[in-house]
Nanobody, 123 residues
Framework: QLQFVHSGGGLVQPGGSLRLSCAPS????????IKWFRQAPGKEREGVSCISSGGSTDYADSVKGRFTISRDNAKNTVYLQMNSLKPEDTAVYYC?????????????????WGQGIQVTVSS
């Protein structure tokens, strides 16, 4: 089980911005695809954005144009920049590392989860 430390969550007004950070504990993330998920109360967990070990990215339609995923291998950290936040973005956000045969791509088995961090968007 891979461990992550999250930071950057909190309470913001609609239209505001946050930057989430995902920092692994006990391993180097540069060989792994990393994906952000989120889960709101009463809803299923959904994929938000992914970045492969090679830097390729994808985004859920609901966040395209507003969120940006990036990685800084020197700092061993993956970021999720969230702009133009909406109340619908309110959720616990989780960072996960790729595994399985496609561990380095965004088609990986994302079974190694971070502990999650709360993002609340409200007036």
């Amino acid at each position: 089980q891979l461990q992550f430390v999250h930071s950057g969550g909190g309470l913001v007004q609609p239209g505001g911005s946050l930057r989430l950070s995902c920092a692994p504990s006990g391993f180097t993330l540069d060989d792994y695809a990393i994906k952000w998920f989120r889960q709101a109360p009463g809803k299923e967990r959904e994929g938000v954005s992914c970045i492969s070990s090679g830097g390729s990215t994808d985004y859920a339609d609901s966040v395209k144009g507003r969120f940006t995923i990036s990685r800084d291998n020197a700092k061993n950290t993956v970021y999720l920049q969230m702009n133009s936040l909406k109340p619908e973005d309110t959720a616990v956000y989780y960072c996960a590392a790729g595994g399985g045969i496609n561990w380095y791509t965004c088609r990986a088995d994302f079974g190694s989860w971070g502990q999650g961090i709360q993002v609340t968007v409200s007036s």
